[in-house]
C-alpha cells in the first residue's frame, strides 16, 4: 500500500489548508484511513480517522480539532482529505497520512511521507 499526500504549507493563524492523500489500493481492503501529525519534539498523534465498516464509515477526532478539521473519503478516486480551519499556531507539525489492514488477525501500518503545515501567529 502507498499514500502520497500533499497540500500543506505556511498559512496565518486563521487559516485555512486542505491535505490530501492519494491511496494505491482499493479502500475495501483498509481497515482505517486517517492523519497523524508530528509537532517537532513532540510524539505524533492522532488528527482525524475513519474507521470503514460495512454499515457505514464511524469518524473520529482529536478535541484539539473538533469543528475545526474535516476528514473526508473519495471511494471512486481513492483518496482521504482533511480540510482543516480556523488554524492555530499550536497545528503547525508534519502531517502524515495512514491507512491500515487487518487480516487474519494482524494488522499492517502504511504511512505516507509528511507534508509540512506551518501556521504564523
Known amino acids: 500500500v502507498q499514500l502520497q499526500a500533499s497540500g500543506g504549507g505556511l498559512v496565518q493563524f486563521g487559516g485555512s489548508l486542505r491535505l490530501s492523500c492519494a491511496v494505491s489500493?482499493?479502500?475495501?481492503?483498509?481497515?482505517?484511513l486517517g492523519w497523524y501529525r508530528q509537532a517537532p519534539g513532540k510524539q505524533r498523534e492522532m488528527v482525524a480517522r475513519?474507521?470503514?465498516?460495512?454499515?457505514?464509515?464511524?469518524?473520529d477526532y482529536a478535541d484539539s480539532v473538533k469543528g475545526r478539521f474535516t476528514i473526508a473519503r473519495d471511494g471512486a478516486k481513492n483518496t482521504v482529505s482533511l480540510q482543516m480551519n480556523s488554524l492555530k499556531p499550536e497545528d503547525t507539525a508534519v502531517y502524515y497520512c495512514?491507512?491500515?489492514?487487518?487480516?487474519?488477525?494482524?494488522?499492517?501500518?502504511?504511512w505516507g511521507q509528511g507534508t509540512q503545515v506551518t501556521v504564523s501567529s
Open positions: 495512514h491507512a491500515d489492514q487487518l487480516f487474519a488477525g494482524t494488522s499492517s501500518d502504511y
Open positions: 475513519i474507521t470503514l465498516g460495512g454499515r457505514g464509515d464511524y469518524v
Open positions: 489500493i482499493s479502500m475495501h481492503s483498509l481497515n482505517t
